[in-house]
């Protein structure tokens, strides 16, 4: 089992940046962030397999945010810009034991974390 810290969560305008942190307490193949508006399902954001070559995007956010890994291929790092009101949502960090085409669904992953609020005011 495979525990997933989430961090980096807050309030910011219109416009802004935050920059999301998720550390995984063992070895995983990819990692991802998914995120969850009220009232509306969980949704792909962006991924990254452990080599920290390829790399995945939503269209609703290519461009505007970047997933990294960090030092240790346990951690990720999701850094978002030009943040808008819509991008309001709970960010669940997410990890995979195993290769997928493009990581975009929920049941390409093993492990959740809890969730970090992220608040856009317009």
């Known amino acids: 089992q495979v525990q997933l810290v989430e961090s980096g969560g807050g309030l910011v305008q219109a416009g802004g940046s935050l920059r999301l942190s998720c550390a995984a307490s063992?070895?995983?193949?990819?990692m991802g962030w998914f995120r969850q508006a009220p009232g509306k399902e969980r949704e792909f954001v962006a991924a990254?397999?452990?080599?920290?070559?390829?790399?995945y995007y939503a269209d609703s956010v290519k461009g505007r945010c970047t997933i990294s890994n960090g030092n240790s291929e346990n951690t990720v790092y999701l850094q978002m810009n030009s943040l808008k009101p819509e991008d309001t949502a709970v960010y669940y960090c997410?990890?995979?034991?195993?290769?997928?085409?493009?990581?975009?669904?929920?049941?390409?992953?093993?492990?959740w974390g809890q969730g970090t609020q992220v608040t856009v005011s317009s």
């Open positions: 990254i397999e452990w080599s920290g070559i390829n790399s």
């Open positions: 063992g070895p995983t193949y990819v």
């Open positions: 997410a990890a995979g034991r195993r290769y997928r085409r493009d990581y975009a669904v929920l049941s390409d992953y093993d492990f």
